[in-house]
């Protein structure tokens, strides 16, 4: 059974406009929730984070968002720009002291349009 | 700084095959950890390392092995290929306890 899902596999935004992904999750013993953004025949980079303590977390154009009580997290992307196309990744863990253990979303590819 | 490196780049192995898909970083990370990305289901852990010596199981470990020697090497077995470990596999490293992972370019594997 899938704990983090995307429902969206894909979502095109025009240039300058807000990009919103989204993810739910169906743990309640996830902790940090983050954001990955991978490039084709790349792997995948960190984004942005946010612990389940905060409700916000802003980092330049992206922001994140945490809906504990529906379990949903959100990522902003504002403006958006050509060089965001590419597929996000949403993914949670646990309280964690050493190897963190990441749960993934299917991802969401990002197609940003002049 | 090359960060982590992975080799090969892409292989097709013959099923029944034993295979091992090689990691190294240079960022003295602790911990380092090994996913494999299918369509629809987004990455899955394999297994994970905290420190040199110590290995741990992951969300998919079945049909995998690893071994973590030395800080810097991470390598993964598979030790007779099946067609359904077709994928494409990250290996990644962290400082231990830090939320930040960084991966490498990954390694397409092609089971028939």
């Known amino acids: 059974d899938q704990q983090v899902k995307q429902n969206s596999p894909s979502l095109s935004v025009q240039e300058g406009r807000i990009s919103i992904l989204n993810c739910d999750y169906t743990n309640s013993m996830f902790d940090y929730f983050l954001w990955y953004k991978k490039y084709p025949a790349e792997g995948p980079t960190f984004l942005i984070s946010?612990?389940?303590?905060?409700d916000k977390n802003e980092d330049g154009r992206f922001t994140v968002f945490l809906n504990k009580s529906a379990k949903h997290l959100s990522l902003h992307i504002v403006p958006s720009q050509p060089g965001d196309s590419a597929v996000y990744f949403c993914a949670a863990s646990p309280l964690f002291q050493g190897a963190q253990k990441l749960v993934f979303g299917q991802g969401t590819r990002l197609t940003i349009n002049p | 700084i090359a960060g982590i490196t992975q080799a090969p780049t892409s292989q097709i192995l013959a099923a029944g095959r034993r295979m091992t898909l090689r990691c190294t970083q240079d960022?003295?990370?602790?911990?380092m950890y090994w996913y494999r990305q299918d369509l629809g289901l987004g990455l899955r852990l394999i297994h994970y390392s905290n420190t040199a010596g110590t290995t741990g199981k992951g969300e998919v470990p079945d049909g995998y092995s690893v071994s973590r020697a030395n800080t810097d090497d991470f390598p993964l077995t598979l030790a007779s290929a099946v067609p359904s470990q077709t994928s494409v596999y990250f290996c990644?490293?962290?400082?231990?306890?830090?939320?930040?992972?960084?991966f490498g370019p990954g390694t397409r594997l092609t089971v028939l």
């Open positions: 960022m003295r990370h602790n911990a």
């Open positions: 946010i612990s389940s303590i905060k």
């Open positions: 990644a490293s962290s400082y231990q306890g830090s939320d930040t992972q960084y």
